[in-house]
Nanobody, 115 residues
Framework: QVQLVESGGGLVQPGGSLRLSCASSGSILRFYNMGWYRQAPGKQRELVAAITSGGSTNYGDSVKGRFTIARDNAKNTVYLQMNSLKPEDTAVYSC?????????WGQGTQVTVSS
């Protein structure tokens, strides 16, 4: 069982930055493909960014050029650096870990972009 814990969410003004973290204390994440997803009220969950165990990355169209996903295997943590935040980035952000047929989710962290 993989337990994921997200942190770093909060309230930020438009144009600001936040860095989200996704950590696991009980599992070695370097073997997993990792992803960040978000879900805004009344909307479907969407992919924000993903990173494979080998370090290849993929981003949703709406965040390309603004968000960066990275992993620190030594710290067993995956990060999402979010810059130039917009009100439409407001959502609950969740990370997941995939290995073969197995997928695990964290509980999510709220990001609110508002002046």
């Amino acid at each position: 069982q993989v337990q994921l814990v997200e942190s770093g969410g909060g309230l930020v003004q438009p144009g600001g930055s936040l860095r989200l973290s996704c950590a696991s204390s009980g599992s070695i994440l370097r073997f997993y493909n990792m992803g960040w997803y978000r879900q805004a009220p009344g909307k479907q969950r969407e992919l924000v960014a993903a990173i494979t165990s080998g370090g290849s990355t993929n981003y949703g169209d709406s965040v390309k050029g603004r968000f960066t996903i990275a992993r620190d295997n030594a710290k067993n943590t995956v990060y999402l650096q979010m810059n130039s935040l917009k009100p439409e980035d407001t959502a609950v952000y969740s990370c997941n870990a995939l290995l073969g047929p197995y997928i695990y989710w964290g509980q999510g962290t709220q990001v609110t972009v508002s002046s």
